[in-house]
């Protein structure tokens, strides 16, 4: 089993439509989850971040984590064309930058918003 | 601020070359690292840095180099280049304490044939 796993897509939303995008881990010592947005040819840009189970809104996104249940999602309402992009969930186990703080992410999946 | 540099933006080369990938960074960030982003395989770790002088393995280092020397800079050198090797490559970098807050560079797409 990997250590994250992210639904593939990809996915073709209308625009308005709220989007939900979903990943899953296995490694309970992960405690800060991110959501990163890449745009076709560039790199990734952090869009989302978090370290504590619930919700956490900004604008018309919100991520929402479950450690519980080892499940995180980031939700887009009022979805927009500009939207459209790759989403990469990431994790980590701590939040200093040593030897074991390497990001674990998701294989990313491709939203597309049609106007 | 420029925040993370990469050259070349594209680079073809034939099997067997060798060249270096540069990375630069001006956030004065401790940790830097290498990642390739091929499809369907997501991003995946190549080597990486925790400061000047120091340097470990990622996921994928087979046929990668990385010296690190000074703060800013963490280049990468395919040593014989092969055509598994072609893939976007992107150079990233944290702060001290700054946890998944990561930025990246633009990439660089390159083509081994």
């Known amino acids: 089993q990997k250590e994250v796993e992210q639904d593939p897509g990809p996915l073709s939303v209308p625009e308005g439509a709220i989007v939900s995008l979903n990943c899953t881990y296995s490694?309970?010592?992960?405690?800060?989850f991110m959501w990163y947005r890449q745009y076709s040819r560039k790199g990734p840009e952090l869009l989302m971040y978090?370290?504590?189970?619930g919700n956490k809104e900004d604008g018309r996104f919100t991520a929402q984590v479950d450690k519980s249940s080892k499940y995180i999602s980031l939700f887009i309402r009022d979805s927009q064309p500009s939207d459209s992009a790759t989403y990469l969930c990431a994790m980590t186990t701590t939040v200093y930058t040593g030897a074991n703080s390497k990001l674990t992410f998701g294989k990313g999946i491709t939203l597309s918003v049609r106007p | 601020n420029a925040g993370v540099t990469q050259t070349p933006k594209f680079q073809v080369l034939k099997t067997g070359q060798s060249m270096t990938l540069q990375c630069a960074q001006d956030m004065n960030h401790e940790y830097m690292s290498w990642y390739r982003q091929d499809p369907g395989m997501g991003l995946r770790l190549i080597h990486y840095?925790?400061?000047?002088?120091?340097?470990d393995q990622g996921e994928v280092p087979n046929g990668y180099n990385v010296s690190r020397s000074t703060t800013e800079d963490f280049p990468l050198r395919l040593l014989s280049a092969a055509p598994s090797q072609t893939s976007v490559y992107f150079c990233?970098?944290?702060?001290?304490?700054?946890?998944?807050?990561?930025?990246f560079g633009p990439g660089t797409r390159l083509t081994v044939t």
């Open positions: 490694n309970s010592a992960f405690q800060y």
């Open positions: 840095s925790v400061g000047a002088g120091i340097t």
């Open positions: 978090t370290y504590s189970s």
């Open positions: 990233a970098t944290r702060g001290r304490g700054a946890g998944g807050e990561q930025y």
